[in-house]
């Protein structure tokens, strides 16, 4: 069960955090959450897809690292086998906490990254240059996540999510599926009118768009992980 506390000097001035990337640190996921500022970042290792909640019709933007769930094909003999490590990631077990006075840095005290580590504070009670870093993210993600509103009602507004359903054939004869995500639907990019083109533009929708298309060519990069870990049993 996690065990959220708000980060303070006083309480957690020995709390140290792991560096090493492993699934029994909690990293096996098979995707996480990222937000469009971090599309230009993301493109270039990952996949990104779309999904749909059902339930409230909003739109989350993920960063896929397998096929299955609790898979991470990019984890690789204790550590994270990417240039780039997408932001609800980097920042765990760091989250923000909402209170009267505003958004506060809250840490999970049960996550498995708490313990030998990186000391989270030096003697003076200051953030270390490692916390420093994370809580740096950690504004990015909360801000990212608070202004991808528009960009995800922007694809809402000109419908360019399509429906994906793609069937991966592995070197073992077996079948992977990705079923439940969406795409940007080039097409109806392409058959925008100059007007629509130029109001994506003029918000700073257009450029995730594209950096979203350009990251379906890592696929042939994912499954390749993915035939790799079946050859080595």
Known sequence: MPDHAILTAAAHAGTRIRRERSAALGDAQMSCLIVPDEFRRVQSE??????????DGSTLA?????????????????????RYVPLAMAIQPLLIGASAQGPQVHI???????????????PDGQPSPRLAAMIEQLG???AGY???????AAL????????LTLEVPLDDGSVNRLVGFHVIDEDRLRGLTASALDDLHRDGHLLP????????GNLPALIARKNATLAHG
């Open 140 to 142: 990015a993600l909360d």
């Open 46 to 55: 990952y996949l990104i897809l779309f999904r749909r909640n059902l339930a």
């Open 108 to 122: 999970d005290m049960a996550s498995p990254r708490i313990g030998d580590g990186d000391l989270l504070f030096d």
């Open 62 to 82: 993920l960063a896929m690292f397998g096929f299955e769930n609790d898979e991470n094909l990019y984890l690789a003999d204790g550590r994270w086998d990417a």
């Open 156 to 163: 809402d507004r000109h419908e360019l999510l399509e429906p």
């Open 146 to 152: 608070r202004d991808s509103a528009g960009f995800f």
């Open 209 to 216: 768009i594209f950096m979203a298309l350009a990251s379906q």
